[in-house]
């Protein structure tokens, strides 16, 4: 098996997939290496010098952009869209189970906004808030528009799970005795917590750098992704470039922090099942 010769095909697929991954993370490559440019060091190659000047500066005032204010308002804004969009997918995942009046256009409405051009969305969002009457911000209007992206995907995943689940742990639960709280808290909610770190993580990310769906929604405070599109029109130096290689290291530890999750829950159901197994 291992000294079988590959075939053409197999280089051919591998150089595609290596001309992809470079598609993809080339340029953000670029930035990562600008941004560890000397204090004299421009926008563009060649580098001057090796520094992490442009990091310090990111701690200093600045003449334009509010990085500190802008990152605090994008994080909490992306924690409150992931909390509601787990949620609200959770329960709709429940209520989804069982078909009712009407749960076909209920679905397809919930996830039209998918298909609806991400800029009419955020302008629809804002001019709603204007004809009320309302002021649009970060925590109202743009939260509304953060969840038209985050709840479709949420729904599609828990819908996907829940059409695979094995209900008969639900009903051994209900012949113990158990109530339909408790089935939900000790039986269901632990076998699909790996997918609910998911559905987290997808609310996060996406509220967290969601640039068209804010646009016209955020008010005056400008999140982390209005920001930075404002600070390209006026930085010259290679913060802006040090900003996002901060923001893409976070973001990317927020990917890591949910896969370690999902593993350590994984460990625990295999250690729990194994010292089951001993019991019998």
Same mark, same amino acid.
């Given at each position: 098996?291992?000294?079988?010769?590959?075939?053409?095909?197999?280089?051919?697929?591998?150089?595609?997939?290596?001309?992809?991954?470079?598609?993809?993370?080339?340029?953000?490559?670029?930035?990562?290496?600008?941004?560890?440019?000397?204090?004299?060091?421009?926008?563009?190659?060649?580098?001057?010098?090796?520094?992490?000047?442009?990091?310090?500066?990111?701690?200093?005032?600045?003449?334009?952009?509010?990085?500190?204010?802008?990152?605090?308002?994008?994080?909490?804004?992306?924690?409150?869209?992931?909390?509601?969009?787990?949620?609200?997918?959770?329960?709709?995942?429940?209520?989804?189970?069982?078909?009712?009046?009407?749960?076909?256009?209920?679905?397809?409405?919930?996830?039209?906004?998918?298909?609806?051009?991400?800029?009419?969305?955020?302008?629809?969002?804002?001019?709603?808030?204007?004809?009320?009457?309302?002021? +649009?911000?970060?925590? @109202?209007?743009? #939260?509304? $528009?953060?969840? /038209?992206? *985050?709840?479709? %995907?949420?729904? !599609? &995943?828990?819908?996907?799970?829940?059409?695979?689940?094995?209900?008969?742990?639900?009903?051994?639960?209900?012949?113990?005795?158990?109530?339909?709280?408790?089935?939900?808290?000790?039986?269901?909610?632990?076998?699909?917590?790996?997918?609910?770190?998911?559905?987290?993580?997808?609310?996060?990310?996406?509220?967290?750098?969601?640039?068209?769906?804010?646009?016209?929604?955020?008010?005056?405070?400008?999140?982390?992704?209005?920001?930075?599109?404002?600070?390209? +029109?006026?930085?010259? @130096?290679?913060? #802006?470039? $040090?900003?996002? /290689?901060? *923001?893409?290291? %976070?973001?990317? !530890? &927020?990917?890591?922090?949910?896969?370690?999750?999902?593993?350590?829950?994984?460990?625990?159901?295999?250690?729990?099942?194994?010292?089951?197994?001993?019991?019998?």
């Amino acid at each position: 098996m291992h000294g079988r010769k590959r075939s053409k095909s197999f280089y051919v697929l591998g150089a595609f997939f290596l001309l992809f991954v470079l598609f993809l993370y080339g340029p953000m490559s670029t930035i990562f290496i600008l941004s560890f440019q000397g204090p004299n060091g421009g926008l563009t190659f060649p580098m001057n010098g090796v520094s992490v000047t442009w990091f310090r500066n990111l701690t200093e005032k600045q003449m334009v952009g509010d990085f500190a204010g802008s990152f605090g308002r994008s994080f909490v804004l992306g924690v409150i869209v992931m909390l509601l969009t787990v949620t609200i997918a959770l329960s709709a995942g429940l209520a989804f189970r069982h078909r009712f009046r009407g749960s076909g256009l209920i679905f397809y409405l919930a996830i039209a906004s998918l298909i609806v051009p991400s800029i009419l969305v955020s302008l629809g969002i804002g001019l709603q808030f204007r004809i009320i009457g309302w002021d +649009t911000a970060w925590y @109202t209007s743009a #939260l509304g $528009a953060h969840l /038209t992206w *985050t709840l479709p %995907f949420g729904l !599609l &995943i828990m819908f996907a799970i829940f059409n695979r689940f094995d209900k008969s742990y639900e009903e051994a639960a209900r012949d113990l005795g158990a109530s339909p709280w408790q089935v939900i808290r000790h039986v269901i909610v632990p076998i699909i917590l790996p997918s609910l770190v998911g559905i987290a993580l997808f609310g996060l990310t996406l509220s967290y750098d969601e640039f068209a769906r804010t646009l016209m929604t955020a008010g005056t405070s400008n999140t982390l992704p209005l920001e930075i599109y404002a600070m390209t +029109t006026n930085v010259t @130096t290679p913060v #802006l470039y $040090a900003l996002g /290689t901060v *923001t893409s290291g %976070f973001s990317f !530890l &927020i990917i890591l922090l949910a896969l370690g999750t999902v593993v350590i829950i994984r460990r625990r159901r295999e250690r729990h099942g194994s010292d089951a197994g001993k019991g019998v």
